[in-house]
Structure formats: C-alpha cells, structure tokens
Nanobody
Framework: QVQLIESGGGLVQAGGSLRLSCAAA????????MGWFRQAPGKERTFVAA???????KYADSVKGRFTISRDNAKDTMYLQMNSLKPDDTYVYYC?????????????????WGQGTQVTVSS
C-alpha cells in the first residue's frame, strides 16, 4: 500500500521559513516523479514544485527563488524548503507521486497523495 505522509507545516510570520517533509512508503519512489501542490478552501489544487527520478526540477513562477525541492531516495523522503514566506503562501500543502518519468505539473497525472499539511503565514 502506497502511503505519503507530510509534516512540517505550521504558523510562521511573513519573511520566515518552514521545511516540509514527505515520507513515502509502498513504492520504489526513486524512479518516480514527486511533487508538491497547494490548495486553498474552495479552490483548485495548484502546482508548486516537482522533482523527477534524474533530479530534474521545476518550480511554479510564484515560488521560484524562494522554495527549494529536494529528495533523499535512501530515506524515501522529499522536502520543500520554503524561505521568505508571504501571506499569499498560506495554503494546505500536499505531496504526491506520479508514474510519469518527466516532470508534470498537472495534478491529474499524480496517482498518490498525502493528507496535506497546513501552512499559515501571518503578516
């Protein structure tokens, strides 16, 4: 059974930092693309960042230069280091895994999802 468990969310002041983690089990994640998405209540889930099996990385324009995605295949864990946080970054953040070998930013191309972790940035 595939499981993804996010952690590291919380409340932070604008300009602060948080590091999200996504622990994975049940699949050889080293050969899959893994991504971060975020969602506000009543809104669609939107792409944040993704990293594929070869270390290729893509970011949404809104987080480029502030967020860093990484993965530790030995630990089956993916990370999202979030710096210079803004109130506009307040969302529930989800990690997901995709069988696509190339990076995809489309949520429908991801087949397993975590339960989400809340990130709240106060002004």
């Amino acid at each position: 059974q595939v499981q993804l468990i996010e952690s590291g969310g919380g409340l932070v002041q604008a300009g602060g930092s948080l590091r999200l983690s996504c622990a994975a089990a049940g699949r050889d994640f080293s050969v899959y693309t893994m991504g971060w998405f975020r969602q506000a209540p009543g809104k669609e889930r939107t792409f944040v960042a993704a990293i594929n099996w070869s270390g290729g990385i893509k970011y949404a324009d809104s987080v480029k230069g502030r967020f860093t995605i990484s993965r530790d295949n030995a630990k089956d864990t993916m990370y999202l280091q979030m710096n210079s946080l803004k109130p506009d970054d307040t969302y529930v953040y989800y990690c997901a895994t995709s069988a696509y070998r190339v990076i995809t930013t489309t949520p429908q191309n991801y087949d397993y999802w975590g339960q989400g972790t809340q990130v709240t940035v106060s002004s």
